[in-house]
Nanobody, 115 residues
């Protein structure tokens, strides 16, 4: 079983920055893709960014140039650096990892951007 612990959410003003972290622990042989999703009230969960085991990255168009995803394989951790935050980025952010061919989700972190 794999546990995911997210941290780094909070309240920030328009134009501010936050960094989310998601650490995986437990019996892990291989971590494959890792990523971040978000869900705003009344909306479906959407992909924000993902990173493969080879560090290839994918971003939603809405965050390109503002967000950066990275991973530290030694720590089994994925990060999301969020700059130039906008009120429309307000959502609950979830990390998702694929470990040993099983998908795991984090508990969710609230990110609120005030105008």
């Amino acid at each position: 079983q794999v546990q995911l612990v997210e941290s780094g959410g909070g309240l920030v003003q328009d134009g501010g920055s936050l960094r989310l972290s998601c650490a995986a622990s437990g019996s892990i042989f291989r971590l494959a893709a890792m990523g971040w999703y978000r869900q705003a009230p009344g909306k479906q969960r959407e992909l924000v960014a993902s990173i493969t085991s080879g560090s290839n990255t994918t971003y939603a168009d809405s965050v390109k140039g503002r967000f950066t995803i990275s991973r530290d394989n030694a720590k089994n951790t994925v990060y999301l650096q969020m700059n130039s935050l906008k009120p429309e980025d307000t959502a609950v952010y979830f990390c998702k990892v694929v470990a040993d061919f099983v998908v795991y989700w984090g508990q969710g972190s609230q990110v609120t951007v005030s105008s």
